[in-house]
């Protein structure tokens, strides 16, 4: 089975712009988690989707967005960019309805922001 | 909140010895806890899974115990090699909210 592939692996904008990340889970995979990840803050959760519906939110600005399409790809938005934005993206997905279970990860998108 | 610790935060050993990976959790009611490897740049490569019913899990060289009621998993690796390293991060999730919460890795340093 292929992994867990996102788009684009890199980027560069600048403040005031937005994004769309992209992420194609593991085929068969519903659930799919986002997260980003700094070298100060670590790993944080931004959301997960189920079956096209946001199961679970972390504590980001509403900037950031995503949704899920019908084939379980999801995609991420970041609008009016800051220069805290830049990060590493990840997405993960998960086999099935209980979001609880092993996550598999991306590679990751590498977000700059100038 | 669920707050998950990992010491060290960087470990260098050489080549061939076996080591332990530490990684605490703040509460018990986890569902399942993961470890992951994380190479510079990259992405997460998941390693083991261990269910909250589960004491511990083994692949090949690597060895996941979990002790739920202190709070504590660790992560062995024998005989270790320069390929090893990596950063290792642990996440847990509980049973009440669908996201993990992952510590802050542990920076492994294998010298040849």
């Known amino acids: 089975k292929a992994g867990v592939t996102q788009t684009p692996r890199y980027l560069i904008k600048t403040r005031g712009q937005q994004v769309t990340l992209s992420c194609s889970p593991i085929s068969g995979h519903r659930s799919v988690s986002w997260y980003q990840q700094t070298p100060g803050q670590g790993l944080q959760f931004l959301f997960e989707y189920f079956s096209e519906t946001q199961r679970n939110k972390g504590n980001f600005p509403g900037r950031f967005s995503g949704r899920q399409f019908s084939n379980s790809r999801s995609e991420m938005n970041v609008s009016t960019l800051e220069l805290g934005d830049s990060a590493l993206y990840l997405c993960a997905s998960s086999p099935g309805r209980d979001g609880r279970q092993a996550q598999y990860f991306g590679p990751g998108t590498r977000l700059t922001v100038t | ?112």
């Open chain 2, 1 to 112: 909140k669920q707050e998950v610790t990992q010491i060290p935060a960087a470990l260098s050993v050489p080549e061939g010895e076996n080591l332990v990976l530490n990684c605490s959790f703040t509460d018990s009611a986890i569902y399942n806890l993961q470890w992951f490897r994380q190479d510079p740049g990259k992405g997460l490569t998941s390693l083991l899974l261990i269910q909250s019913s589960q004491r511990e899990q083994t692949s090949g060289r690597l060895n996941a115990s979990l002790d739920k009621s202190s709070g504590r998993s660790t992560l062995y690796i024998a005989a270790s090699q320069p390929g090893d390293s990596a950063t290792y991060l642990c996440a847990v999730i509980n049973y009440n909210f669908n996201k993990f919460y992952f510590g802050s890795g542990t920076k492994l340093n294998v010298k040849p």
